[in-house]
């Protein structure tokens, strides 16, 4: 991204920086600013790596950001390397990279992004153009004002993918890409601006003065800036899988005990709730007849059908062993009943009675199984919730008691 921003004459004649302070200057600064995303690209490979990929988009903002990042060094060499290289090359890689990152935010949020007309714009239209007007020093104001509006438009496009997101864990890191790109944006159109009225970088380094120099380093902070949006992207995926797997029973995907109380914490203490108890009877003797590997398939086959069947404002969890359940609560609507919790507790029964559970023998052979479910019910609220799981599970004994494969509710 090219971050020299060209203003007016009376503007640039100010005195050099580079008296003061010898170290800083364009060069330096493109120098220590594309370092320095080339480490963040770094990081971000390695966090990355470390998920195998999971983060849709990863993949292809990591590639914009290093090749951004490469694009920011090669222009900071103007005047010290052929033009073809710290301006045509630059260029290509700034908008490329830029249009990567895009990309990748996009896939992020679940929608597609083309590539292939940005690459065909870019090799057929970008670089003959700009190699035309440099033929010309004279129409270096033109060169500097279209790149300048292509680029602001690529971080605009940045920016309105980030602020797309509207998944909580991702706020944060959005947050940071979008003011970063906004003043990117900015930026690069007071550099057009600059360009229209007839100044931009001459042939050679460069001018060292404070503005140019503060421009410079204001842009390459927010550069850093939108990489340091993606790692904290990456990051909060991380940190997403991790509480993912605090919160679930890796074995069915059901909510486990901790991520109940998680919900449980979120609810009015004063909400009504239903707890259905479901156990799945003698799970034991499929253990010990066909082995652990089909009882957990069997675990599996009746946690995904509690899933599908679960309705609104049930939280379907595994406690423990066998014994899976539903929480049932409505905080901003009408509070389930026990008669309710009763209805889907028995569609429920039936529907295991009827359903035949597909497993694989320990020759590899497919195999079908039958097991029936018993259920106890109760209902309380939020604050009492410990109690109704008691009496649920004081229910869910009768249940058993009484001959398995039934719906036992609490005071009926």
């Not at 039936?350 to 018993?374: F, Y």
Request: hydrophobic share 45%; charged share 15%.
């Amino acid at each position: 991204m090219s971050y020299g921003v060209a203003l007016p004459d009376r503007i640039w004649a100010s005195a050099p920086l580079q008296q003061s302070v010898p170290w800083l200057d364009p060069l330096s600064t493109g120098i220590t600013v594309a370092i320095s995303g080339l480490m963040l690209c770094l990081l971000l490979f390695g966090v990355g790596y470390l998920q195998r990929w999971q983060l849709p988009g990863m993949r292809t903002w990591t590639a914009g950001a290093a090749v951004a990042s490469a694009g920011v060094g090669l222009h900071a060499m103007h005047g010290y390397v052929p033009m073809f290289w710290s301006i045509i090359v630059p260029l290509l890689c700034s908008l490329g990279g830029a249009y990567l990152i895009w990309m990748g935010v996009r896939r992020l949020s679940g929608r597609s992004a083309p590539w292939l007309p940005a690459v065909g714009v870019s090799i057929f239209v970008l670089a003959p153009l700009n190699a035309w007007l440099l033929l010309d020093p004279e129409r270096t104001p033109i060169r500097v004002a279209i790149n300048s509006c292509l680029m602001a438009s690529v971080n605009a496009m940045i920016w309105w993918a980030a602020r797309s997101e509207r998944r909580r864990h991702y706020r944060p890191g959005m947050r940071v890409v979008m003011v970063c790109t906004g003043v990117l944006v900015f930026a690069q159109l007071l550099r057009a601006y600059g360009g229209l009225v007839g100044v931009s970088g001459n042939p050679g380094p460069l001018p060292n003065t404070p503005l140019a120099t503060g421009l410079t380093l204001a842009a390459g902070a927010c550069f850093i800036g939108t990489l340091l949006g993606l790692v904290l992207l990456a990051s909060a995926q991380l940190l997403h899988s991790l509480d993912t797997l605090v919160r679930t029973d890796p074995l069915t995907g059901l909510a486990n005990r901790h991520g109940l109380r998680s919900e449980l914490d979120g609810w009015p203490p004063s909400a009504r709730l239903a707890v259905i108890l479901l156990d799945l009877d003698h799970f034991k003797r499929v253990n010990d007849t066909h082995g652990h590997s089909v009882g957990d398939q069997v675990l599996r086959g009746v946690g995904a059908h509690l899933m599908r069947h679960a309705l609104p404002g049930m939280l379907p969890v595994r406690l423990g062993g066998e014994e899976l359940g539903i929480v049932w609560c409505r905080p901003r609507g009408d509070a389930p009943s026990a008669q309710e919790a009763r209805a889907w507790a028995l569609q429920f029964v039936q529907q295991m009675r009827e359903q035949d559970h597909e497993w694989m023998t320990r020759a590899g052979q497919p195999g079908k199984l039958r097991v029936t479910v018993s259920a106890g019910v109760a209902t309380g609220t939020v604050a009492g919730f410990e109690p109704t799981l008691r009496r649920a599970d004081e229910a869910l004994y009768r249940a058993k008691a009484a001959g398995r494969d039934r719906v036992e509710v609490d005071g009926l």
